[in-house]
């Protein structure tokens, strides 16, 4: 409703003018008065923009119950106003009332439009009701409305979200006029079900991206660990000139992190100064963990004492990397520091300064830190917070204290745990307690060829040749297959992934010599490789 018809409405009743004006409950109320001692709000027009003034996404204050409220006192509501309460309850922490609108819609004989049904699959998406979100889209095709590309658009985007990626895929190709939305959305679910492939496919196909599309993909690779190809989409944003926006950024500086590549850090540090973003809170976090991932301390924690705020996250990373390359005692003082701010530890606070301890050998403190999580804090231990004090044990040498906290644990041990114990086994050379964390492991993932691998070495550093070569039988026997290692560096801003065996690689005959000119050198220079750990890998 707008023009002249729209003028002539506000005119009947002024009042409606000054909702350009409103800014909180107490003046809505006195308009709304207002319009109750002149009973203009029996007219439909008039509470319908009161309504939809209170579901204003851009108001400060939630009125959806002051919406509700007026609601109840109309005897025939029309479908705008259903359809306003079902968009603001769709986006609120009650989502399941805009599925109460709309029965209620058709109970009074009205016909949803394509206006209705969007937040109708909005609500159930919120809801995470796979249910409830086929049902709505069966009432769809009852009203013949599943052509509209709006409903189209909405339909596809709660199956991706769902993880069905099959149901998404079949609407979206049935779209005659797919949109950025649409494509959007089908790469979004893609990679949250963790096929970068097909997700990336798709990118590649789209007639036309937008500043969300690069992000989602970025993001998608670095949310499934292929960090090489997050900072390669990152160039190629670059090379067509699209400007990255903070939260592109984030993914970039985060993979950067992962991949241990410093130079390409600072490059993308260099980008968000030179394009003048906004260093937020998340931003900075990242910074603060790539250069501390990187052993670049100095530089870490020069960006995080430049943070305009800090919150747990931001200390955490901070810790973290300094747990990493080994500055225990620092970590120790940033934790304490953190801890007298008046911030509370989180679960990965704990993790990250157990880990400090266990790097510096820092045993007692490691062991004080982990019973303060409950008496202190009153946080129940994770199973991440057992590993690290098993690890903790473990590093110093007490392997039979670190096997009787495992045995005694409150929780049931994990994978994890006691593979942090038959690591600790392997530096020791302790096959007695490996072989009894061994085969619990072999038990918990019969499939994973790690842990017989590293059963198998311990054995053979201890001379049990006769039982290593048994555990590479129990290998083929069960058809457990080693994945192939592979390494990542950077030359000139670029990543190389190099996989064992892999012979594609456009330069592999240069790199094959290169590699035995090195090997030859370095044998002339008295290097013998360490064999110790040879015999299954």
Known sequence: ?????????????????????????????????????????????SASRLIAFCINPTFQSN??????????????????????????????????????????????????????????????????????????????????????????????????????????????????????????????????????KSARKLFDKMPEKNLVTWSIMISGYAKNSRFDKAVELFQVLQSEGVRANETVMVSVISSCAHLGALELGEK???????????????????????????????????????????????????????????????????????????????????????????????VEKGLEIFESIKIDYGIQPRLEHYGCVVDLLGRAGKLAEAEKFVLNMPIEP?????????????????AEIAERAGKVLIQLLPEHSGYYVLLSNIYARTNKWETAENMRNMMKLKGVKKPPGYSLIVMEGKVHRFTMGDKLHPEIEKIERMWEEILRKIRLAGYSGNTADACLT
């Open 63 to 196: 009125l959806l119950t002051y919406a509700f409220s007026i609601f109840s006192q109309l005897e025939n509501p029309n479908l705008f106003i259903y359809n306003a309460l079902i968009q603001g309850f769709s986006a609120s922490e009650n989502p399941s009332q805009s599925l109460h609108f709309y029965t209620q819609l058709q109970s009074q004989g009205l016909f949803p439009d394509n206006i209705t049904f969007p937040f109708l699959v909005k609500a159930c998406t919120k809801l995470v009701s796979v249910y409830m979100g086929i049902q709505v889209h069966a009432q769809i095709i009852k009203h013949g409305l599943l052509n509209d590309v709006y409903v189209q658009n909405s339909v596809v985007h709660m199956y991706a979200t769902f993880g069905d990626m099959k149901a998404a895929r079949n609407i979206f190709r049935r779209m005659h006029r797919s949109n950025v939305v649409s494509w959007t959305s089908m790469i979004a679910g893609y990679s949250k079900c963790g096929d970068v």
């Open 414 to 430: 994990n994978a994890p745990i006691w593979g942090a114990l038959l690591g600790a086994c392997r530096i020791h050379k302790n």
């Open 1 to 45: 409703m707008s023009g002249p018809i729209l003028t002539t409405l506000r005119l009947k009743n002024p009042k409606l003018l000054l909702l350009e004006f409103c800014s909180c409950l107490s003046h809505l109320k006195i308009i709304h008065g207002h319009m109750i001692r002149t009973h203009s709000i029996t007219d439909v027009f």
């Open 268 to 362: 993308a540090h260099e980008y968000v100064e030179r394009n003048n973003l906004d260093v937020n809170l998340i931003l900075g976090t990242a910074l603060v963990d790539m250069y501390a991932r990187c052993g670049c301390i100095e530089k870490a924690i020069r960006v995080f004492e430049g943070l305009p705020e800090r919150d747990t996250l931001s200390w955490t990373s901070l810790i973290a990397g300094l747990a990493l390359h080994g500055y225990a005692e620092m970590a120790l003082k940033y934790f304490e520091e953190m801890v007298n701010t008046g911030l509370t530890p989180r679960d990965i606070t704990f993790t990250a300064i157990l880990s400090a301890c266990s790097h510096g050998g820092l």
